[in-house]
């Protein structure tokens, strides 16, 4: 099992940036698969960003070229650089978990929010 703590969501301007940190405890970091999703209100959760080494990560088409995820083994720590900031990121943002070759993500932080303003 893994436990996710999420930090370094805020208030910010558009155009500006955060990082977004996930903490992860448990054995074995380096053999889940990590994502970031986010969840507006009144709109269903959806997926940001996932990374398994730095030759497999993605991020979504609505982020492309403005978040960045990475992560640090050594530090069991999954992040997300948001640059250029827009008021439609305005979300509660998970960090999530699964083992490689499973499909669905099995453990979930709690959530940080973030809030851009126009």
């Known amino acids: 099992q893994v436990q996710l703590v999420e930090s370094g969501g805020g208030f910010v301007q558009a155009g500006g940036s955060l990082r977004l940190s996930c903490a992860a405890s448990g054995r074995a970091f380096s053999s889940y698969v990590m994502a970031w999703f986010r969840q507006a209100p009144g709109k269903e959760r959806e997926f940001v960003a996932h990374?398994?080494?730095?030759?497999?990560?993605s991020v979504a088409d609505s982020v492309k070229g403005r978040f960045t995820v990475s992560r640090d083994n050594a530090e069991n720590a999954l992040y997300l650089q948001m640059n250029s900031l827009k008021p439609e990121d305005t979300a509660l943002y998970y960090c999530?978990?699964?083992?490689?070759?499973?499909?669905?993500?099995?453990?979930w932080g709690q959530g940080t929010q973030v809030t851009v303003s126009s």
């Open positions: 990374i398994w080494n730095s030759d497999s990560r």
């Open positions: 999530a978990a699964r083992r490689l070759g499973v499909t669905q993500y099995s453990y």
